[in-house]
């Protein structure tokens, strides 16, 4: 159940990149071009900045529904289970394993070397890790009872739940960077096929990449 509050930090981290599957390099020569357009998006080169979002704002307004005992349980659990420190291994170990897909995604340069740095040096200033725990707060409580909650509390406490804490900032990095990984492959298997099977799309997608270029 601790794995529902940790899952959301890859996702988060992907996000602020914009990710998407036209970022894959292909290995078609002809399709190169269009398919590593950057997906930096064009606001972000203007300078132009969206308002983050309130996640603490947010999560007490719920809370302020929450049966107080039930939360307490759940703040209770949280302290437990280790999930604040968890949390930043996480965020720590994703933020590593993504630096060479922003790097993939951004034009080459030696710029890069100065601009990927700062960026995850100011991503990480403005992710709180309190707010993650204040936004996950409301999810436990949907899903939990009161009874789930004091039984995890018991659980971490064991032998084996304290193995799981110890290890499992670890399991969730491994895994996510795998499944990234094969995501990346099967995206340029895909593109490349559906690609190699529709000229004219392939046509009318270098044709827009020029255009923009």
């Known amino acids: 159940m601790k794995t529902t509050a940790l899952f959301v930090l890859p996702w988060l981290v992907s996000a602020a990149f914009g990710q998407n599957l036209a970022t894959s390099q292909p290995t078609s020569a002809k399709t190169g071009a269009a398919v590593t357009q950057s997906s930096v998006p064009a606001k972000a080169a203007q300078g132009e900045t969206q308002t ?68 995850f040096e100011r991503f990480q200033s403005k992710l709180k890790i309190d707010d993650l725990l204040a936004l996950t707060i409301p999810v436990y409580d949907k899903y939990l009872s009161k009874e789930d909650i004091d039984g995890l509390a018991q659980f971490y406490q064991t032998p084996l739940g304290k193995k799981m804490i110890s290890v499992l900032p670890q399991v969730l990095i491994e895994s996510q960077t795998a499944a990234m990984n094969l995501g990346e492959q099967i995206g340029r298997q895909s593109m490349l096929e559906v690609l190699a099977e529709h000229p004219d799309l392939e046509k009318a997608m270098e044709e827009a990449g020029a255009r923009k270029n």
């Open 52 to 119: 983050p979002t309130k996640a603490g704002e947010q999560a007490s307004k719920s809370a302020a529904q929450m049966d107080p005992e039930k939360e307490a349980a759940i703040r209770k659990l949280f302290e437990i289970s280790g999930t604040q420190k968890t949390m930043e291994q996480v965020l720590a170990g994703m933020s590593a394993n993504m630096k060479p897909e922003l790097a993939k995604m951004l034009p080459p340069g030696e710029y890069q070397g100065k601009l990927i740095p700062l960026f």
